[in-house]
């Protein structure tokens, strides 16, 4: 505050600013526009080396003042961003794609598209090649409402059934559609990113239209090309188009194995677990048994029971067949000391018995494997079940006791 | 005057066209003779020519006029002293202080530009001579006896010269200004012969005004400046239409800052100096710039007891700094410190308020309890003055100007209506972008909810004003000190017996520009609290009125500071 005697045109602006931003923050939108209104001279002053510049800043902060303001509405928006565009020749195809984002969030598409298709056609000598991401980005997002058209369109037909000459225009305009948007979808998945939304609509046009193999290929790149960024939903649509084409399980499995490196929590990872449980191959088997080791580990997952159902599934099996148990050893070992205090507690037997009995069943047969009969867990629920006289926790009791020996083995 | 009859319709009924030359008003035929003397008022276009002056261009486009950067400047004093009129300053401070004080200035500066033709130094000289016999008061000495000094120097060029020194000029200063002299005044060396700002406007204010004694300090006038009561942003806008502004013209005329109370301090200072003024007016006792009186009002804006005028008045008196040879302003007297009258006031309460209340954060809210219990039992007379209470007042309406004041300065507008522009290539870039914030302005106007306020609040001397009528007892002034105060010997001292100094020794001021450096966490509260008032009331930064602070104390207790060499926190008084 040693300076707050000096006054002059940018401190003054600066000093605006910051009360913009505050009323921002407290959602006063009346206060921030009326700040604004002071602050919008700026656009006269030459900031050329300031890091934002007045013209973002007033875009920015016009945008969100007018979308939360109670007295304002789509028409004052869309007036405002038009004279936004007219600003800044750099930021202009950002303008339009916001605009277009604004648009279709308040469920204008019409306008949308229409925006997009403008901005399209946009030419500003070397702008428009410096501006090449983001016209990717506008033709893309209109490829996205081309697709939006033609689903519309296919449902329509859906509904119809084949037969009728009226919907013969619908058709046509259907197969249009799908070219105008899998011509711009295509180019913009080419560019390594995250494209989720875009890729699942092409794979989708693709999949109508029988062309597997160039499905196939856009999920590959999309998952396994290493420009592209990390991203498990690539291998989780990979995934569901192999299973929806009846691949083999080799394939599948394949699929969901690096899904299970990058994200061993995905809920995927019990049909992984199933397919890799029925497998004839030793160390696929293994693999399963790591897996759902591995997603129980989250806290997401503590409650469950297909989860649980699975592991103890297997585990049984184990057990029974007296064969593999050093790999229940192995994924033990890291997990003792403090998968007890957390899926295995006294408090967590109440809480599951009371809850979910179900639950507690497949996690009592767990526990007892691992911590033998005598532990918290195994004792209450196997006694709670046994006094409500349910025929299966009878049972399983009896065949905890019957295997203790196991326990002594994994836990020594 | 010019009495001929008209030649179309022999009438006597002649005006001054903007060019200077006659035109009857009867029928609008325009002659080819001129005024070859300026008068003595300010006029938008004070350039004389001489009758032979054919041969100069009058409009280079069809719209501007050639004009001198000065002439600018002429325009600008011309308003704000017309101003400063409507706020009731006497009106010789235009007509007579203002203006030869320019006039003075055209001289000394314009004698030295090269290219400038001394045809202008002529007309300064021909004028102040025809108006040295409006000068009869006794007082002020006259300026003008000064100027005819220079009479006999200076050579005069040439009507033809003169012409094609113009028309050289404008050639190749036409892109870069409208001014013909534009890209000149902003190339050359300025420092010797002080060249005209913005700013200096101001000073040139403040020196008429300081001259006239009249009763406004420079922390009122830069005060009335940015309250919008006196034109000095976008000035400009009032220059005739022919008086073209663009490209460097824009650096010269437009400013985008207040200009400090420092700056236009010390500038006047130079100014003084540079036109060998004499001594100023005497500044007595009488005078509203006297501490004395000055006090008066920033002990009533302050909300402080009017019982403490008699102890700044003693203060005054033992350090002497109420002498008239103190006060007074000599220019060009390098070994006396000049004067801010109005920090040396504040500067006074807060010695005053240290010499009873002690301000240590301790014995002020001691002595305030100590009021409070007596006040308790008081019933006739005036209550006793409580620290506390008085305190909690000012504190609050201080907190809350302040906020306004902030808010204020984030919503101040620089820009105005007249447009500027660099080249004429980027007028019209210029001319959207006004439009543009112009619409942006109404769009989210509207959405603003409140009414504009907008409307300049009247000038006033005071920023806090406080009324005894009040009965909630927010108003100090009738308040009575004397439950901080004995009597000894007949005199009336304070109760506190000790004194800090805020420094033992003085900087010195040439060298580091200040005579002692104030941080706040090295000063007790209260006393911060202090400063943080006057500070708000003058509109300059409290190490101002600390460094004030420290020169009077060292005045005050010069003999104790000279016995003891030693540090010293506390002092006996």
């Known amino acids: 505050s040693s300076h707050k005697h000096k006054l002059n045109f940018k401190r003054s602006k600066e000093a605006c600013l910051s009360y913009i931003q505050d009323a921002m923050l407290q959602k006063q939108w009346k206060r921030a526009a009326e700040f604004l209104t002071f602050y919008t001279e700026s656009l006269e002053k030459d900031y050329s080396r300031e890091h934002i510049s007045p013209s973002e800043m007033i875009w920015r902060i016009g945008t969100e003042i007018l979308c939360h303001h109670s007295h304002s509405s789509m028409k004052e928006f869309n007036s405002f961003i038009e004279q936004m565009k007219t600003l800044g020749v750099k930021r202009y195809l950002k303008v339009c794609l916001e605009h277009a984002f604004h648009l279709l969030c308040n469920g204008l598409i019409d306008e949308a598209y229409q925006n997009l298709s403008l901005a399209e056609s946009w030419r500003f000598g070397e702008q428009t090649v410096i501006q090449d991401k983001e016209m990717k980005l506008i033709q893309a997002y209109r490829g996205l409402l081309d697709y939006y058209s033609w689903s519309k369109q296919k449902n329509i037909l859906l509904e119809h059934g084949q037969d009728g000459f009226e919907d013969l225009s619908v058709e046509q305009e259907m197969h249009s559609c799908f070219r105008k948007a899998a011509v711009n979808l295509k180019e913009i998945i080419k560019i390594p990113g995250v494209w989720d939304l875009f890729v699942k609509c092409y794979v989708d046009l693709l999949e109508f239209y029988g062309d597997h193999n160039e499905a196939r290929q856009v999920l590959n790149e999309y998952a396994y090309n290493s420009k592209f960024p990390a991203n498990p939903n690539a291998h989780v649509y990979l995934y569901q188009f192999l299973k929806r084409h009846g691949e083999s399980k080799k394939s599948l499995i394949s699929a969901l194995k690096i899904l299970h490196d990058i994200v061993p929590s995905h809920e995927l990872m019990i049909d992984f677990n199933t397919m890799l449980q029925k497998s004839k191959k030793r160390k696929k088997r293994r693999l399963g048994l790591e897996v759902i080791f591995a997603a129980l580990d989250y806290a997401g997952w503590k409650e469950n029971v297909k989860a649980w159902s699975c592991l103890a599934r297997q585990m049984k099996q184990i057990v029974i067949s007296e064969k593999h148990l050093d790999w229940i050893k192995h994924e033990w070992n890291s997990r003792k000391d403090w998968w007890p205090a957390f899926h295995f507690s006294r408090y967590l037997a109440k809480k599951n018995w009371q809850e979910n009995e179900s639950l507690s069943y497949e996690k009592a047969l767990v526990a007892g494997i691992l911590l033998g009969k005598d532990c918290k867990y195994f004792k209450y629920v196997s006694h709670q079940g046994c006094k409500a006289r349910v025929k299966r926790f009878r049972i399983l009791k009896k065949f905890v006791n019957k295997h203790n020996p196991v326990y002594l083995r994994i836990s020594g | ?573």
């Open chain 2, 1 to 573: 005057d010019f009495n001929e009859r008209c030649a179309q319709c022999s009438e006597v009924n002649w005006g001054l066209t903007d060019g200077g030359r006659f035109y009857c008003r009867s029928c609008h035929n325009v002659t080819e003779r001129t005024r070859e003397v300026v008068n003595t008022d300010f006029a938008s276009n004070t350039r004389v020519q001489t009758i032979s002056k054919g041969s100069r261009k009058q409009e280079k486009h069809d719209e501007g006029c050639e004009w001198y950067v000065c002439e600018g400047f002429q325009l600008v004093l011309k308003k704000q002293a017309e101003a400063l009129e409507a706020l009731g300053v006497c009106s010789q401070m235009k007509d007579e202080i203002l203006c030869n004080f320019w006039r003075h200035y055209l001289q000394k500066s314009k004698q030295a530009y090269c290219n400038r033709p001394a045809g202008e130094t002529v007309e300064a000289l021909s004028v102040c001579d025809s108006s040295t016999d409006v000068d009869s008061e006794p007082e002020r000495p006259s300026l003008l006896r000064l100027l005819s000094v220079s009479e006999s120097e200076g050579d005069l060029q040439t009507d033809c010269s003169f012409a094609s020194s113009t028309t050289k000029m404008s050639e190749s200063t036409s892109v870069c200004s409208g001014s013909v002299d534009g890209s000149l005044y902003l190339m050359k060396n300025q420092k010797e012969k002080l060249r005209m700002t913005m700013p200096m406007t101001l000073s040139f204010c403040y020196m008429a005004l300081l001259w006239l004694r009249e009763p406004i300090t420079l922390s009122d006038l830069l005060r009335f400046v940015v309250e919008g009561h006196i034109p000095y942003l976008n000035v400009f806008q009032h220059f005739p239409e022919k008086m073209k502004l663009c490209g460097l013209d824009l650096k010269i005329f437009c400013v985008e800052s207040w200009p400090a109370y420092e700056e236009v301090f010390n500038k006047m200072l130079e100014l003084a100096a540079f036109l060998d003024l004499p001594r100023f007016p005497d500044i007595t006792d009488s005078c509203f710039l006297h501490p004395d009186m000055l006090c008066m009002k920033y002990l009533m804006e302050a909300n402080l007891p009017d019982e403490l005028h008699n102890w700044t008045c003693r203060v005054v008196k033992k350090t002497c700094i109420g002498e008239v040879d103190f006060l007074t302003l000599v220019p060009g007297n390098k070994s006396t410190r000049k004067v801010k009258y109005d920090v040396l006031a504040v500067a006074l309460i807060v010695v005053v308020l240290k010499l009873l209340f002690l301000l240590d954060d301790h014995y002020e809210w001691l002595l305030s309890d100590f009021a409070e219990e007596r006040n308790k039992n008081n019933k006739e007379g005036g209550p006793y003055f409580e620290f506390k209470k008085w305190y909690k007042v000012i504190k609050c309406s201080l907190d809350v100007e302040q906020k306004k004041l902030d808010e204020e300065r984030a919503k101040y507008l620089w820009r105005c209506e007249k447009p500027l522009f660099y080249s004429a290539k980027k007028k019209s870039k210029v001319l959207k972008r006004r439009q543009m914030v112009v619409s942006l302005q109404n769009q989210f106007g509207k959405l603003s909810g409140s009414v504009r306020p907008a409307e300049k609040p009247n000038p006033s001397s005071f920023q806090l004003s406080w009324s005894e009528e009040n009965t909630d007892g927010s108003c100090f002034h009738g308040h009575s000190l004397k439950g901080i105060l004995q009597e000894k010997c007949g005199l009336l001292t304070a109760v506190n017996p000790d004194y800090w100094l805020c420094t033992v020794k003085l900087c010195t001021e040439k060298l580091c520009g200040h005579l002692a450096h104030y941080r706040e966490v090295d000063f007790p509260q209260s006393y911060h609290f202090i400063l943080r008032l006057f500070s708000f009331l003058l509109k300059i930064q409290p190490s101002y009125i600390h460094d004030e602070v420290c020169a009077i104390e060292q005045k005050l207790f010069h003999k104790k500071l000279c016995k003891k060499p030693k540090y010293n926190t506390g002092l006996r008084k």
